[in-house]
């Protein structure tokens, strides 16, 4: 599976931005895409994911001000932010898993895009 990110940039607070993840190769494999990010000095965390049956989950600091959907037709997921805030800014990953047997999973990682929110 290999993943491409664009969309990212430099906004200035309270702007809003679209990330898209287009999936290419062993799409059919795939149960969920979503989105990390990794702001400098700190780990990467989790920002929201869309599983193929549409389920959402998005971390609390996101809740209300982003929106992940998916284009299953197009194999790409996206990423509305809203009301941007400064502790938005970071590198954010596009990422995708397929579950395996015994209740892992095997992740799949794209090129990070920077989002850089001015205050």
């Known amino acids: 599976v290999q993943l491409q990110a664009s969309g990212g940039g430099l906004v200035q607070s309270g702007g809003s931005l679209r990330l898209s993840c287009a999936a290419s190769g062993s799409i059919f494999s795939i149960n969920g895409m979503g989105w990390y990010r990794q702001a400098p000095g700190k780990q990467r965390e989790f920002v929201a994911s869309?599983?193929?049956?549409?389920?959402?989950n998005y971390a609390d600091s996101v809740k209300g001000r982003f929106t992940i959907s998916r284009a299953n037709a197009k194999n790409t997921a996206y990423l509305q932010m809203n009301d941007l805030k400064a502790e938005d800014t970071a590198v954010y990953y596009c990422n995708a898993y397929r579950v395996v047997l015994g209740g892992g999973r095997s992740d799949y990682w794209g090129q990070g895009t920077q989002v850089t929110v001015s205050s």
């Open positions: 869309i599983t193929t049956g549409g389920y959402r």
